[in-house]
């Protein structure tokens, strides 16, 4: 619903008038009538002040709309991540699997599961 709608289907709704509705925004008649028959979009301002005078807020142009589905999650975002990490770590010609492997499990939190591996092979922690 656009401004304009919700503004005539506003002012019908409380029964008042564009006289009325303009006087009590302190604005020209004529302001309103041309935001309502849609010849003018009204400033930031003027929206405010009609908000005001009629005492509720305008939805916005998508009220009507259904709520769209996220097009992310945040656990995609993660998993996208990691998979972006891994491609660029893997297209490395310095690093082994292994290396990959393990800079992925710091990457995703999973340092500890990291140390316990290096333990069972025999490595030394390096930094920690």
Known sequence: ??????L?????????TKHATARKAGLPH???QEIIRNKRYPRVDT???????????????DADAPEPEP??????VEEYRAKDIQTILAGNPAL??????????????KEKQLREAEKKKGKPKKGR
Do not use: S
Request: avoid cysteine.
């Open 1 to 6: 619903m656009e401004f304009w709608e919700w």
């Open 8 to 16: 005539a289907a506003e002012i019908k709704r409380q029964e008042t």
């Open 30 to 32: 004529n302001t309103v």
């Open 47 to 61: 929206a405010e002040k009609l908000q005001q005078a009629l005492g509720t807020r305008y939805p916005g142009e």
């Open 71 to 76: 097009l992310m999650t945040a656990e995609k």
């Open 96 to 109: 082994g699997p292994a290396d990959v492997e393990a800079i992925m499990l710091i990457v995703e939190g």
